[in-house]
């Protein structure tokens, strides 16, 4: 846990690596085996934060997590506060969100057990769906919230509309942006909201960016999301997956998700999401190490 000075302790799982073999998963992450409470292996490690989409937590990137870790990343990703599969209460809330990767950023660098084996200048971040959009806003991006009423108006239908009718944003909640200069990287996965986002912040982004696109989004449309991010990103690591859905970025499905919540795992018949998961945790792996490589 986290501690929060605005807020309750944040959840935090940690993926780092170690000499321990794997013996069993975690509760909840049941396709991969882990070293639970291992000892830590390695000095000046880099860093990798994970932020989730709207309604998630802390492993629903687990396969990517422990990719990065084979790959010697420490990775820490939080079940954001008020936005998570137990409390939707501030889900409409984005200010908070990239407020609580800086604090989780904080926690890891200053008061996690092992924070002396990390390189605070050697930090990344991915984030996924509301998290795409909070990764890309803590390095520095920022909303122009005047273009959420029109783009609801004539589209309110969409994922991120209905959203917000049933959560209404606080007062001041598209604003008060926290930004963390400790972010080298970025790779950010359907990324939401890119509609409003404003140019001119994105374009002063120094970090690398990948971004990625889910062909058939169906929960975040084209062109008002990732589309709209890269126009003001040309130079960023682009890729575009094709006949992929929404939530194949998501951790592939097992028997128990399948079950119990089927709309996660709506994959259409002919993607093997398995198989695009290992080339995508590849490709993140490969963008972090290039771009977070140790200095001489």
Same mark, same amino acid.
């Given at each position: ?9 944040? /959840? ?31 000095? $000046? ?15 629903? *990137?687990?396969? /990517? ?13 939080? =079940? ?7 409390? &939707?209460?501030?889900?409409? +809330? ?5 407020? &609580? ?11 996690? !057990?092992? *924070?002396? #084996?990390?390189?605070?200048? #050697? ?10 959009? /909070? ?10 919230? =005047?273009?959420?009423?029109? *783009?609801? #108006? ?20 598209? %604003? ?5 200069? $400790? ?23 120094? &970090? ?7 062909? +058939? !989004? ?6 008002? *999301?990732?589309?709209?991010? #890269? %126009? ?22 097992? !028997?128990? /998700? ?22 995508? !945790? ?11 490589? %140790?200095?001489?």
């Amino acid at each position: 846990m986290a501690p929060d000075p605005k807020g309750p302790p944040i /959840t935090v799982g940690i993926w780092y690596p170690t000499m321990t073999p794997a013996t069993a998963p975690e509760r909840g992450m049941d396709d991969l085996p882990v070293a639970s409470n291992a000892p830590i292996v390695g000095d $000046r490690l880099p860093l990798v934060v994970m932020s989730h989409g709207n309604g998630g937590w802390f492993g629903g *990137h687990y396969d /990517t997590a422990i990719a990065l870790a084979k790959a010697g990343f420490v990775v820490a990703a939080l =079940t954001h506060t008020g936005d998570n599969y137990q409390d &939707q209460s501030r889900a409409t +809330d984005m200010a908070n969100r990239p407020r &609580q990767l800086h604090v989780l950023i904080d926690y890891m660098l200053k008061d996690w !057990d092992d *924070h002396g #084996r990390l390189d605070p200048d #050697r930090v990344g971040a991915f984030g996924f769906s509301s998290g795409g959009f /909070t990764v890309l806003t803590a390095a520095g991006g920022e909303l122009d919230g =005047t273009r959420i009423q029109p *783009h609801c #108006r004539d589209y309110p239908t969409h994922y991120d509309c209905q959203l917000m009718l049933r959560v209404s944003p606080p007062p001041g909640g598209l %604003a008060n942006w926290v930004h963390d200069d $400790r972010i080298k990287a970025v790779v950010s996965a359907a990324p939401a909201l890119g509609y409003a986002f404003k140019a001119e912040t994105l374009k002063g982004l120094r &970090q690398p960016i990948q971004l990625w696109r889910a062909e +058939d !989004d169906e929960i975040l449309p084209d062109p008002f *999301h990732a589309t709209a991010v #890269r %126009a003001s990103l040309p130079n960023a690591d682009y890729h575009v997956v094709a006949k992929a859905r929404h939530f194949d970025f998501l951790t592939p499905c097992n !028997d128990y /998700t399948r079950k119990t919540l089927a709309f996660l795992c709506n994959s259409d018949p002919s993607f093997d999401r398995a198989a695009f998961h290992r080339d995508f !945790d590849a490709s993140v792996t490969a963008f972090f190490k290039a771009n977070l490589a %140790a200095k001489p």
